[in-house]
Every structure is written in C-alpha cells, then in structure tokens.
C-alpha cells in the first residue's frame, strides 16, 4: 500500500485557506479516501445521527506526480483529526514560505509512512508531509487510523455511492450569507428548523416556542429539477398558507432539522462556494445542501470539487 503526491499551489490554497477550515469547524474526525482519480474528505459519512459531509476533488486539482497502488483496487482510506492536519498543512506551508520564498520553488510532498514513535513497540501510519530547503528538510507528520480493509473500503465506497442521490427538486440560494444571519437569529428562539421547500422556488425556514414564531421567506428562486408554477390566486396569501397549499397538491415538502445541524452545514460557507442549492430527498428522507464552484471568471460550474451535505431530519414532516 503505497501513496505519494506533490501538492500543488492551487492545492494548497484550497486545503489551507478554503477547505480544511470549514472540516475543521464540522468535527474532528473525518475519512480520507484516496483512488486513482479522485481524493475525498467524509464527514460522518458512516454515522446517520450527524451531518454528513462529502468534499469530493479531482487529483490533478490538488496534486502534481500522484502515485497510489494497493490490493483494494487502488484504494486507500483512513481516518485522521482534522485539527492536526490543518495544522500540518498550515505549518508546511508556513516553512516553504520561509525557505525559499514561495511554494513554486519548493514544492511540499504528501505520502504515507509507517514510523516507530518513541515508547512503542509496533510502527504506526502517518500522513507525511516533507519540504526540503537548501541545507535541511522539515517534517510534519499527522497520525492517522489502521488503512481500512478491502471490506470496509467496500462499506466505505457503498455508503458514499448511496450519499450521491439528489433530491427531485433542488432551490438556488446566490446570497448565503443572508440565510445564515437568519438563522443565527433563529437559534435564540427554538432547537428545531421547520424547512419547506417548493417546485415553485420558495424556501421557507422557521422556528417557533410556544410563546413566538420567527421564520423567513426566499421567492422565486432559480429551480434545478422537477419545478411548477405557483397558482395565481396563492400569490396575495401568507407564506404559512402557501406552503401548506403547495404541501396538499404535491408541490412541496417540508421537513424538521436540528437549528445547530444547519448551523453546522452552513461552515462550509468557508470554502467559498458562489452558491447553494437546498432540496429534500424523497419520502422526506433527509435536507441536501449542494454547494456550487465555478470556473473563475466564467460562470460554468467547476466539475473538479464538489461539496454537498446531507442533514439528518428529526421529523418527516409533511410530503
């Protein structure tokens, strides 16, 4: 089982200033799953009582001179804490910096070793990141998990295939920031988000205690997927007639999240998506948020990084 790989600048930059920070904020543990096409970070990705998340990029994004061999098919997973790996990356970073002003002329290596840490008796794996000065190299070593076996890199793979199934409706929020301002609001008043989501383009967040209702509204949204028009004579009722009008024909669901999970999907605004678009899986299953990255100065979406999250629901709701 071998792996190695020269990080590229633009690597860097996603895993340092974009990436590891929003992982570092979701929890501390997460998989790092290596194939000969793709490396992917797994958040909760095995557990179904948290947010899972699932940062997928295309290796020539992040890597120059990538070589991986092992007998699960080229596959390698392992888990690791995220805090030590941010902190690696970011310290490497920092030495390439200061020995030869920039990451250009001093590229910094990625590999996996097994070392004999002091007071053990047996090698352990870690994730090593190597740059070489003039005179000197510099290590940073990241312990990491025994590299999972053929059968759970099967499990592993399994569970990430069924994490890919998309919503029948998704909606197009551009401005982020502004869902989450509403939000933070809202996790003063109640534990429990009440999100509706309909094929006209509406998204409707809400909380209530039984003192107070606070809940905001975002119309006519750009629709991927199964989408209807709103009839005319809805147009002049309030949202909470609406939704519950559009939830009788068909034409929306809603469901129930925990107010901290949403808070928790929304740290992957650190990565600086340019959008994110909300959907319910079917049978009220789960609340999908797919990140979107376009191609810089084009408005062509980025097929090489995906970044979606999928939120446990505490109640169905209503399909």
Same mark, same amino acid.
């Given at each position: 089982?071998?792996?190695?790989?020269?990080?590229?600048?633009?690597?860097?930059?996603?895993?340092?200033?974009?990436f590891?920070?929003?992982?570092?904020?979701?929890?501390?543990?997460?998989?790092?799953?290596?194939?000969?096409?793709?490396l992917?970070?797994?958040?909760?990705?095995?557990?179904?009582?948290?947010?899972?998340?699932?940062?997928?990029?295309?290796?020539?994004?992040?890597?120059?001179?990538?070589r991986?061999?092992s007998?699960?098919?080229?596959?390698?997973?392992?888990?690791?804490?995220?805090?030590?790996?941010?902190?690696?990356?970011k310290?490497?970073?920092?030495?390439?910096?200061?020995?030869?002003?920039?990451?250009?002329?001093?590229?910094?290596?990625i590999?996996?070793?097994?070392?004999?840490?002091?007071?053990?008796?047996?090698?352990?794996?870690?994730l090593?990141?190597?740059?070489?000065?003039?005179?000197?190299?510099?290590? &940073?070593? #990241?312990?990491? !998990?025994?590299?999972?076996?053929?059968?759970?890199?099967?499990?592993?793979? *399994?569970?990430? /295939? $069924? %994490?890919?199934?998309?919503?029948?409706?998704?909606?197009?929020?551009?401005?982020?920031?502004?869902?989450?301002?509403?939000?933070?609001?809202?996790?003063?008043?109640?534990?429990?988000?009440?999100?509706?989501?309909?094929?006209?383009?509406?998204?409707?967040?809400q909380?209530?205690?039984?003192?107070?209702?606070?809940?905001?509204?975002?119309?006519?949204?750009?629709?991927?997927?199964?989408?209807?028009?709103?009839?005319?004579?809805?147009?002049?009722l309030?949202?909470?007639?609406?939704?519950?009008?559009?939830?009788?024909?068909?034409?929306? &669901?809603? #469901?129930?999240? !925990?107010?901290?999970?949403?808070?928790?999907?929304?740290?992957?605004?650190l *990565?600086?998506? /340019? $959008? %994110?678009?909300?959907?319910?899986?079917?049978?009220g299953?789960?609340?999908?948020?797919?990140?979107?990255?376009?191609?810089?100065?084009?408005?062509?979406?980025?097929?090489?990084?995906t970044?979606?999250?999928?939120?446990?629901?505490?109640?169905?709701?209503?399909?």
């Amino acid at each position: 089982m071998k792996f190695k790989a020269f990080l590229t600048e633009n690597g860097v930059n996603l895993l340092e200033r974009r990436f590891l920070p929003a992982f570092d904020k979701m929890g501390k543990t997460c998989y790092l799953f290596l194939t000969k096409d793709h490396l992917f970070f797994l958040h909760n990705l095995l557990n179904g009582d948290g947010v899972q998340c699932i940062a997928q990029f295309r290796i020539d994004v992040l890597f120059d001179d990538y070589r991986i061999s092992s007998q699960n098919d080229d596959r390698i997973a392992f888990s690791l804490d995220v805090s030590l790996l941010y902190r690696a990356v970011k310290s490497s970073v920092s030495i390439c910096t200061e020995f030869s002003g920039g990451l250009a002329s001093n590229r910094l290596q990625i590999k996996l070793v097994k070392k004999l840490p002091l007071n053990c008796t047996q090698p352990m794996p870690f994730l090593t990141f190597e740059t070489k000065g003039y005179k000197s190299a510099v290590i &940073q070593d #990241v312990p990491i !998990s025994k590299p999972l076996s053929r059968s759970q890199v099967v499990e592993l793979q *399994t569970a990430l /295939d $069924s %994490a890919q199934d998309l919503p029948p409706t998704l909606v197009q929020v551009q401005d982020p920031n502004q869902l989450q301002n509403f939000v933070d609001r809202m996790k003063h008043v109640g534990d429990v988000l009440n999100v509706t989501i309909s094929k006209h383009g509406d998204l409707q967040v809400q909380t209530s205690t039984t003192l107070i209702r606070l809940g905001s509204e975002f119309q006519r949204l750009s629709v991927v997927g199964e989408k209807s028009q709103a009839p005319a004579e809805d147009r002049n009722l309030s949202a909470q007639t609406r939704s519950e009008r559009a939830i009788a024909r068909g034409d929306a &669901q809603s #469901v129930q999240v !925990s107010v901290k999970h949403f808070l928790k999907s929304l740290q992957c605004h650190l *990565t600086k998506p /340019d $959008s %994110a678009f909300y959907g319910i899986a079917p049978q009220g299953a789960c609340l999908t948020v797919i990140f979107q990255f376009l191609v810089p100065g084009t408005r062509q979406t980025d097929k090489s990084i995906t970044l979606h999250c999928r939120l446990p629901v505490l109640d169905t709701g209503s399909n």
